[in-house]
């Protein structure tokens, strides 16, 4: 395209690097940059930069490389001290700079490629500069101008959260990144500090220290009500260990709450958001300078290669917004982490450590042992892993029976059955997946009766027919698959009921043949698409008791080891459960505590008429992820009145209740809910959702987040998934168990030689 007049609003690193870039690539481009600020005013510290983030300034800008190279401190080191026990995990390697320096090796940058620098000037509105100049790139930051005033068109989500945090400095350098950990008499506080600066003969160097804690510790604390001089003396005290009694300085310092900034659309015409007006990450999991360097990048990339202003801004947000969606997914765990903090203190101190280190799962078991095997093995032998047995491999107890290792095959429903009769499928399906090594196989949601199914191909277990067939099949795990159990999901479908098998249309009703449906209140799953279910009186609530009662009798003398009492996804326990799903006014709705009411007469029912010596658990849906539905809070409460009750463990789901949810989906993003379950209900937890790898099982165990993890989808993949788990890892102990006919096939099969593409991003 022809030489483009650039306008950048904004003199932070991105705005620089981006201005910097875009001028190198074609210095016959127009390039204005307007900072508010004067050229040596900023805020913070230091800034940390990625190996990866350095290795694409080194191809795009040699120049620029060489000049950071030549100012970087690094270390591998990540400290931690908690309750007075100092661990030290190596093998990270970080770098960093100041804020201050960066900036000014910037700005020589720019003016040597002839970038104007306006400095100490507001710039124009971007309605304004968009109209003089080819491109306007709003870099201005958290509280973006632009984005503000184009709002219904970038469409920003800005969510503010429950921390308070200052930034700080200290005049020496850390010789790691260090975390250490207050308990306080008001609450848990945190700091996050990092050197800079290297201390050399003629100085001690330079540490950033961001001091972090909850709203209302920060209260407890006084900080609300002290001025900035009186705050930095204050942290200072608190983490006097840390600092060895060193002070801390400000530059015009506040206390703030993190703002996490999501936008639906970056470009506008020819305005595009970059770096922290776009979007957010919390600096526990590294710098925004790291991402508005890369968005520079990109746009510098994408402008370059694409004939048109308008196709590279669209493949500038294509490219990035992928890349940004994870950084926020790991950024939005790690700050719930240290918003939850004072759930892990307690935590052994090594343990703990590994927690604080996996946190954001960007860090898993794995590439820490590679990084630091000595620190890894230490967390495993305080866990209690034997040598050389991965945490998932660890033998757990549910009541009175013990489980070889910590997988589980999730409930799938297989929509398979003839009139609730499990057959060959069901045979194949689940010995399958116990012959694959599995510590647990749960069959899919069993229904206590025909108008309890989900469609007409679920399978049930109201006659001596059906449980005949499930006997059958817990037979062959028993004999064919020695040390796997089995156990039964009980439910019914509730008012999701009377659908379409899953690939004819899911959740869709049937064409004909529809039998009425039942809940808790007379609100359909979808107005206008579902039935309209009829309104449970009180007087049939036993009847559905005794249908899973019998239910129970009949999976006790098939040979079932667990029974799961399904709570969730919206069928009917769960409906009674949810508020947006009982508006019910009598004993059995309300209050949260009259919504467990018939959820817990079943529980207890089926409880009694289960074999003591075996266990019992219940899934629930920890949020229905929309407003005015169960909340957190609400799922810990649950959990406990389910384990009062007698529960050996819950299961922990979300969602599925409402057809309007909105998931935040991600990697394992439904174990922060088990996690607090289990850290504040103190009963033992099944992880779901989204783990689709051993490392991340291995990590979630030995993080102590949960007990069990359940995995669904990967065991459609691969039947043999835990097998093979062992078999990657080099593991051949008791844990799990090749079948003799399988042996010969335990060795991962031999591959020819692949060759990775090469980095698609060189600009020279």
Request: charged fraction near 25%; include cysteine.
């Given at each position: ?155 920003p989500r800005i969510e503010e959260h429950h921390c308070r945090y200052i930034w700080l400095a200290a005049d020496f350098a850390f010789d790691a990144f260090r975390f250490e950990i207050a ?582």
């Amino acid at each position: 395209m022809a030489a483009l007049r650039v306008a950048v609003i904004g003199g932070g690193p991105g705005g620089l690097y981006a201005a910097a870039l875009l001028k190198r690539l074609d210095p016959a481009r127009e390039i204005t940059l307007w900072e508010r600020n004067a050229p040596d005013d900023t805020f913070g510290f230091g800034v940390v930069l990625s190996d990866e983030t350095l290795g694409g300034i080194e191809h795009a800008d040699p120049a620029v490389y060489a000049a950071l190279q030549a100012e970087f401190v690094r270390w591998d080191d990540i400290d931690i001290v908690h309750r007075g026990r100092h661990h030290t995990s190596g093998g990270h390697g970080f770098a960093a700079l100041g804020r201050r320096r960066l900036l000014q090796l910037l700005h020589a940058r720019c003016r040597e490629l002839g970038v104007e620098l306006r400095f100490s000037t507001e710039a124009p509105p971007a309605e304004t500069l968009s109209s003089a100049y080819d491109l306007v790139i709003a870099a201005d930051g958290v509280h973006s101008a632009t984005r503000t005033a184009h709002a219904e068109v970038f469409r920003p989500r800005i969510e503010e959260h429950h921390c308070r945090y200052i930034w700080l400095a200290a005049d020496f350098a850390f010789d790691a990144f260090r975390f250490e950990i207050a308990e306080t008499e008001h609450g848990v506080m945190q700091l996050h500090g990092y050197p800079y600066e290297a201390g050399s003969a003629t100085g001690p160097g330079s540490s950033t220290v961001i001091v972090e804690m909850r709203e209302e510790v920060w209260r407890a604390a006084g900080f609300d009500g002290l001025g900035e001089a009186e705050s930095v003396e204050r942290c200072a005290k608190f983490f006097a260990d840390a600092l060895e009694g060193r002070p801390l300085r400000s530059n015009n310092s506040n206390w703030t709450t993190f703002r996490t900034v999501v936008n639906e659309r970056w470009s506008y015409g020819n305005r595009v958001l970059l770096g922290d007006a776009a979007h957010t990450a919390h600096f526990s999991i590294g710098s925004g300078t790291k991402l508005a360097v890369e968005d520079a990048l990109a746009l510098a990339a994408c402008v370059e290669e694409q004939p048109t202003l308008p196709e590279a801004l669209a493949a500038y947000e294509a490219e990035r917004r992928p890349v940004v969606a994870s950084t926020q997914r790991a950024a939005r765990a790690s700050l719930q982490w240290f918003e939850e903090i004072g759930r892990y203190v307690d935590q052994p101190p090594r343990q703990f450590a590994f927690n604080l280190l996996t946190r954001s799962r960007r860090v898993t078991h794995d590439n820490l042992r590679l990084r630091d095997a000595e620190f890894t093995r230490k967390v495993e032998d305080e866990f209690g892993c034997p040598p050389g047995t991965p945490p998932m491999f660890t033998p757990l107890r549910l009541g009175a029976l013990e489980l070889r290792n910590r997988v589980v095959v999730s409930p799938m429903d297989m929509y398979s059955a003839v009139d609730g009769v499990p057959g060959d499928f069901h045979l194949v399906h689940l010995g399958a997946r116990a012959l694959g090594g599995a510590g647990l196989v749960m069959t899919e949601m069993v229904c206590v009766s025909p108008e309890g199914r989900i469609t007409p191909g679920c399978a049930g277990l109201w006659n001596a027919e059906q449980a005949d067939a499930w006997r059958r099949i817990t037979g062959f795990v028993h004999t064919q698959a020695p040390g796997t159990a089995i156990g039964l999901q009980l439910g019914h479908s509730g008012r999701k009921g009377s659908t379409k098998l899953m690939w004819e249309g899911i959740d869709d009703p049937l064409d004909e043949g529809n039998w009425p449906v039942v809940a808790p209140s007379p609100l359909p799953y979808r107005p206008g698409v579902n039935q309209v279910p009829r309104e449970l009186t009180t007087a049939e609530l036993p009847l559905i008791r005794e249908e899973f009662t019998q239910a129970a009798r009949y999976a006790a003398d098939a040979g079932f080891d667990l029974l799961e009492l399904h709570c969730a996804h919206g069928y009917l326990l769960s409906g009674f459960l949810s508020p947006l799903t009982n508006l019910r006014t009598d004993a059995y709705g309300g209050s949260l505590e009259n919504r467990l009411r018939f959820p817990l007469e079943v529980f207890d029912a089926v409880r009694e008429v289960w074999p003591d010596e075996r266990p019992m658990t219940v899934r629930i849906s920890a949020t229905d992820w929309a407003e005015g539905g169960t909340t957190a809070e609400d799922a810990v409460a649950v959990a406990r009145a389910f384990a009062a009750h007698g529960a050996d463990a819950v299961d922990v789901s979300t969602g599925q209740v409402v057809a309007d949810e909105q998931p935040a989906y991600g990697r394992s993003y439904q174990t922060p809910y088990a996690d607090r379950i289990r850290g504040e209900a103190g009963i033992p937890v099944i992880a779901v959702g989204a783990i689709s790898s051993w490392d991340d099982v291995n990590s979630l165990i030995l993080a102590g987040r949960t007990d069990l993890c359940a995995l669904a989808r990967p065991h459609l993949y691969d039947p043999h998934w835990t097998l093979h788990a062992a078999a990657e890892q080099g593991y051949t102990g008791p844990g799990v168990q090749w079948p003799a006919q399988y042996r010969a096939g335990s060795r991962r099969p031999q591959t020819g030689r692949t060759d990775g593409p090469k980095p698609r991003l060189t600009l020279d």
